[in-house]
């Protein structure tokens, strides 16, 4: 066991960048821990009665379904 202490508490942030490489390597020295989820992509639509649609692609959460429903 290590007694490396590691941010705790955040559920989930979204920062937005014109240079994702040079803010992804700022964000990692300074937290000290290489982002979680680096692939999400998402969207929103909203519909005929203002009902807001939310979409998810993670490529992460794709390799952990499949490793649950091989055939």
Same mark, same amino acid.
């Given at each position: ?47 005929? =009665? ?17 490793? =649950?429903?091989?055939?």
């Amino acid at each position: 066991m290590t007694n490396t202490p590691q941010l705790r508490g955040m559920a989930n942030i979204s920062f937005w960048a014109e240079d994702l490489k040079a803010a992804k390597e700022w964000y990692t020295k300074l937290l000290g821990v290489e982002s979680y989820f680096q692939d999400w992509i998402t969207a929103s639509v909203v519909d005929p =009665f203002g009902n807001i649609i939310g979409f998810i692609h993670s490529p992460h959460y794709k390799e952990i379904w499949d490793s =649950f429903h091989q055939t």
